[in-house]
């Protein structure tokens, strides 16, 4: 997998391949609160079908007392959420998204874990014809000179 994402070979990789990663993957117990198996799946999203990645993105939502887990684990779940927002945007599923508003508003209210919900604002009023306060993000990221996140955003 990473062989082929760098070499921007991502649509190579055999179907055998995927779901043999997707077994791993998944075959891990409580694999929603294991710091290395969120960051394999936060790493290999781009493998998934948006069928499958939303599948997945129920069953995190599902998951109780998000702001209990340890802060790494928090980190890879808004990490998560963010990435499913831009595949909803690529896919043209915005209503999907609405699972993780949840789950990135249950995160712990902490300084380093605001720009989960400061990102997951941005697509909530995107996705739902809100351009104002969206722009009001962007224009907040702008003035940080945050064109790591601005530039990446629909």
């Not at 907040?140 to 601005?150: G, V």
Request: with cysteine; net charge positive; hydrophobic share 40%.
């Amino acid at each position: 997998m990473i062989n082929a994402i760098l070499n921007n070979q991502l649509d190579k990789i055999s179907l055998n391949t995927r779901n043999e990663i997707k077994r791993k993957l998944f075959n891990v117990e409580k694999w929603w609160n294991n710091v290395y198996t969120l960051q394999l799946f936060c790493n290999s999203m781009l493998i998934f079908s948006f069928d499958d990645l939303t599948f997945y993105m129920q069953q995190l939502t599902k998951q109780k007392n998000i702001n209990s887990l340890s802060f790494d684990v928090q980190r890879l779940i808004g990490s998560i959420y963010i990435n499913y927002f831009h595949n909803c945007y690529k896919n043209h599923q915005t209503d999907c998204a609405k699972w993780g508003y949840q789950i990135i508003d249950s995160l712990a209210k902490l300084p380093d874990l605001a720009i989960y919900r400061i990102i997951k604002n941005y697509y909530q009023n995107f996705f739902t014809g809100n351009q104002k306060e969206a722009s009001k993000i962007i224009d907040f990221f702008k003035d940080y000179d945050l064109k790591e996140i601005y530039t990446v955003l629909p």
